[in-house]
Nanobody, 123 residues
Framework: QVQLAESGGGLVQAGGSLRLSCAASGRTFSNYAVGWFRQAPGKEREFVAGISGDGSVTRYADSVKGRCTISRDRAKNTVYLQMNSLKPEDTGVYYC????????????????WGQGTQVTVSS
């Protein structure tokens, strides 16, 4: 089992920045790919960014490319999502998820999920 806990969400004005953290405990987390997803009210959960277990591969949704950076600190068992130039449409609950394989963008392929952290971007 892998337990995930997100933190770092909050209320920020458009153009601002936030850094989300996903702290993991349990099995050898460094072997797991991690994805960040978000869900806005009334919308489906969508992929935001992902990183491979060794950190060599990263993927981003087109909507956040150039504004977000995903990284991981293997010693701390933590994955980060740095979000800059935030827009109101970035508002939603942000979840991190892990899978013991390659990083993918498909929600249901991730076995482990955190509880989410709220991000609200005001205009």
């Amino acid at each position: 089992q892998v337990q995930l806990a997100e933190s770092g969400g909050g209320l920020v004005q458009a153009g601002g920045s936030l850094r989300l953290s996903c702290a993991a405990s349990g099995r050898t987390f460094s072997n797991y790919a991690v994805g960040w997803f978000r869900q806005a009210p009334g919308k489906e959960r969508e992929f935001v960014a992902g990183i491979s277990g060794d950190g060599s591969v990263t993927r981003y949704a087109d909507s956040v490319k150039g504004r977000c950076t995903i990284s991981r600190d293997r010693a701390k068992n933590t994955v980060y999502l740095q979000m800059n130039s935030l827009k109101p449409e970035d508002t939603g609950v942000y979840y991190c998820a892990a899978r013991n394989s390659a990083v993918v963008t498909t929600t249901f392929l991730y076995a482990y999920w955190g509880q989410g952290t709220q991000v609200t971007v005001s205009s």
